[in-house]
């Protein structure tokens, strides 16, 4: 059983730093889904995708934030000069696609990134 | 603006005890309703999910959940309590439409005294 996988699971760097984090959605599922996570709180919505399009970024996605889902398969996410305020878990779900509404989402393990 | 609370910030049962956990949503249309568990440095897990019919709906572990329209609510309960479920729950409210992302309360901590 292959759930979604992420990678790396943690990531320590200094401020000002470039990271890249990868996840890999389970494979028939074409929604994907980014989340970030800070202590004490709930997951918060960051960008979702339907196959390659981006199709909604939230406001907490700074400019200093990038995803990319090339060929509608695993996806990226990349924070560029990273500032302490982001560390976080960052969480990748996806979903099958529903006709209408909401469906579930299988989320991976998560990565625990500091920045320090 | 749709919301999930969950008011209880940190919950103690004795193991073998009931459990009820509470959330209440806020959303102008039918919700699609999600419980999740989350242990300690992990990814959330599924719990169970209501998106329309029986209000009373089973999930994984033991777990159900009820969904009540009139008082915004969607209540996760287990009749006994084991030492493993000590997790963070969350609920979330599915947005829906084409986008489908969820918001999430900010959980409840649950420890099991043995």
């Known amino acids: 059983d292959t759930g979604v996988s992420q990678d790396p699971r943690h990531k320590i760097t200094k401020r000002g730093q470039n990271v890249t984090f990868r996840c890999d959605p389970i494979s028939e599922h074409n929604r994907l889904y980014w989340y970030r996570q800070t202590l004490g709180q709930g997951p918060e919505f960051l960008t979702y995708?339907?196959?390659?399009?981006?199709?909604?970024k939230s406001r907490l996605l700074s400019d200093r934030f990038s995803a990319e889902r090339p060929k509608g398969s695993f996806s990226t996410l990349e924070i560029q000069r990273t500032e302490q305020g982001d560390s976080a878990m960052y969480l990748c779900?996806?979903?099958?696609?529903?006709?209408?509404?909401?469906?579930?989402?299988?989320f991976g393990p998560g990565t625990r990134l500091t920045v320090t | 603006a749709q919301s999930v609370t969950q008011p209880d910030i940190h919950i103690t049962v004795s193991e073998g005890a009931s459990l009820e956990l509470r959330c209440n949503y806020s959303?102008?249309?039918?919700?699609?309703l999600f419980w999740y568990v989350q242990s300690p440095g992990q990814g959330l897990q599924l719990l169970l999910k209501?998106?329309?019919?029986?209000?009373l709906v089973q999930g994984i572990k033991g777990f159900e959940a009820e969904f009540k329209r009139s008082q915004s609510s969607f209540n996760l309960r287990k009749p006994s309590v084991h030492w493993s479920d000590a997790a963070e729950y969350f609920c979330a409210v599915g947005v829906g439409g084409s986008q489908g992302n969820l918001i999430f309360g900010k959980g409840t901590k649950l420890s099991v005294k043995p």
């Open positions: 995708f339907q196959n390659e399009a981006q199709l909604e």
């Open positions: 779900a996806s979903s099958p696609a529903r006709v209408r509404g909401t469906s579930e989402q299988y």
């Open positions: 959303y102008g249309a039918t919700p699609y």
């Open positions: 209501y998106f329309s019919g029986d209000t």
